[in-house]
């Protein structure tokens, strides 16, 4: 799977969008991209995926380049509840199941 | 609430003994992964069951082991526990063994505290 790169942290005023960048340049034709998020010690939890065209569901949107080769996922009007750790990951979805977490964006969202 | 149960919440024990985590996947998920959370290293994968079978496997000690039931829930055995297996242990499921669209539904984790 395709190793992605993350800023370590990012702030965001609430009531604002967060736009958190992912680097993936090394992604293959048939790998998705991934978005998880982790409250503090809570069990990670799935935001959203996507292939080449963006998506948008009722957390977030996610733009992928044209190249595929970064992403941003969008949280359109931020809240102190999303404070959190973002992962973006990047694997190919019929493979055995296994995601591969990294380091993440830690996301602190401001009043 | 994902539908994924985890249990104990909380655990603490000595070094060198043995522990046992277990783990509900949701209904219908026929497919559990154990992955290890500590502070140094993030978030691990360990290994992956698949209906009864396993499937994957990332760097699980030859300590640990694991195993799904044919009722699909699984559990995690810890031996010989040192102090730096303290860490958070989640469990996560998902409908197929593949993961589908690659969501897996996390529980709350198992806080293991080896002293």
């Known amino acids: 799977d395709a190793k992605t790169t993350q800023p370590p942290s990012m702030d965001c005023a609430e009531g604002r969008a967060a736009n958190l960048p992912c680097n993936h340049s090394?992604?293959?034709?048939?790998?998705?991209v991934y978005w998880y998020r982790q409250i503090h010690s809570q069990g990670p939890q799935y935001i959203i995926h996507?292939?080449?065209n963006n998506e948008t569901n009722e957390m977030a949107s996610l733009i992928i380049t044209e190249d595929r080769k970064s992403s941003t996922l969008i949280l359109p009007h931020a809240t102190l509840r999303d404070t959190a750790v973002y992962y973006c990951?990047?694997?190919?979805?019929?493979?055995?199941?296994?995601?591969?977490f990294g380091a993440g964006t830690q996301v602190v969202v401001t009043p | 609430d994902s539908g994924v149960t985890q249990t104990p919440k909380h655990l603490i024990t000595a070094t060198g003994q043995r522990v046992t985590l277990r783990c509900s996947p949701r209904?219908?998920?026929?497919?559990v992964y154990w992955y290890q959370q500590s502070l140094d290293q993030g978030l691990q994968f360990l290994i992956q069951?698949?209906?009864?079978?396993?499937?994957a496997k990332g760097n699980i000690l030859e300590r640990f082991s694991a195993q799904q039931f044919p009722d699909l829930h699984s559990e995690l055995n810890l031996s010989s526990l040192e102090l730096g297996d303290s860490a958070l242990y989640f469990c996560?499921?998902?409908?197929?063994?593949?993961?589908?669209?690659?969501?897996?539904?996390f529980g709350e984790g198992s806080r293991l505290t080896v002293l």
């Open positions: 990951i990047v694997r190919v979805s019929d493979s055995w199941g296994k995601l591969q």
């Open positions: 069951y698949y209906n009864g079978e396993e499937r």
């Open positions: 090394t992604i293959s034709g048939n790998e998705y």
């Open positions: 996507g292939l080449k």
């Open positions: 996560a499921s998902s409908v197929r063994g593949t993961g589908g669209t690659g969501e897996l539904f």
């Open positions: 209904s219908g998920d026929l497919s």
